[in-house]
């Protein structure tokens, strides 16, 4: 019988966009993505969109990622144990985690992630806001001039592409049809090679100008009650979708989980995300 490891973590969420949380700091006790699928499991293990080890940079052996001046990692990886470039609503989660364990004493600092180096900000309201960096749209593969989403259900829908820098499909929908979209299984989309190593999906309506709600069906997770990258691919494309709203540089977002708030920079283009951050609970579970 081999002996059971006990592992000490932090339970928190942005918007019900939830996640685990564990000091790894000497990258000495990497979770297994068996080991995280487990932990993420809502009836047997402690329930979560994903799993984040808060790991010094000196200590990071992973090649291509350039840290700047950040001291923490963030090691994040969905339910499923795949990882992803950069998730808005968990970097603001894990900057909360650092500021409230002491890791680091400034409400202003720098993490790094997959996708590059974002400055986050800590509020005395204990939002958080994040640097999310510019949006890359994508463009149709040569074989097709437009891009589809497939539900399983039968509908499709047009979308737009765009990495930020996870890749995303914004699909615009009526107001109220949003609530009645079946997201239980995996969307695809047309062509398929239009996102090879698959998408975030977002079905998304405006409300009013400079407001939007949305349901996102999240690479390796499933359906979520929020995404934080997926906001920021909505405002992006909600501002290019008709002349009108070109004056917005920002929106509100409104998800299952909450609210999000998204700013882009009328001169740099780059985006800042705003939101809740809430840390709930602290343990020891076995792994």
């Not at 989660?93 to 650092?98: D, I, K, M, S």
């Not at 149709?140 to 499709?156: C, D, F, K, M, W």
């Not at 695809?188 to 090679?193: A, D």
């Not at 998304?204 to 691919?233: L, N």
Request: net charge negative.
């Amino acid at each position: 019988m081999s002996l059971l490891a006990e592992l000490a973590f932090v339970k928190g969420h942005g918007t019900a966009n939830d996640f685990i949380l564990y000091n790894n700091e000497n990258s000495a006790s990497n979770i297994s993505p068996t080991q995280v699928v487990a932990l993420c499991d809502r009836r047997s293990g402690l329930g979560a969109d994903g799993v984040i080890g808060a790991v010094r940079t000196k200590n990071v052996n992973l090649s291509g990622i350039q840290h700047g001046n950040a001291t923490w990692f963030m090691d994040h990886q969905n339910a499923d144990g795949s990882y992803a470039e950069m998730c808005g609503n968990g970097a603001r989660v894990f900057a909360r985690y650092l500021v409230a364990n002491g890791l680091e004493t400034e409400k202003e600092f720098t993490i790094s992630t997959r996708g590059g180096v974002r400055a986050v900000h800590v509020h005395p309201d204990f939002t958080v806001s994040v640097e999310m960096g510019t949006a890359l749209a994508a463009s149709p593969p040569a074989s097709s001039s437009t891009q589809r989403i497939h539900l399983a259900t039968g509908e499709v829908f047009d979308s737009v592409g765009v990495f930020f820098p996870n890749p995303h499909a914004v699909c615009w929908v009526d107001q109220a049809d949003l609530s009645q979209l079946i997201l239980g299984e995996i969307p695809v989309s047309e062509p398929i090679e239009a996102f090879p190593d698959g998408m975030n999906v977002e079905f998304a309506a405006i409300t009013a100008p400079g407001e939007v709600s949305m349901r996102v069906f999240e690479r390796g997770v499933g359906e979520t009650q929020s995404c934080g990258t997926g906001a920021c691919a909505v405002a992006w494309a909600a501002r290019r979708s008709a002349a009108s709203l070109a004056k917005y540089f920002e929106w509100k977002v409104s998800v299952p989980g909450g609210e999000l708030f998204v700013s882009e920079n009328s001169e740099t283009g780059g985006f800042t995300l705003r939101g809740a951050a809430e840390l709930v609970a602290r343990g020891r579970v076995l792994i």
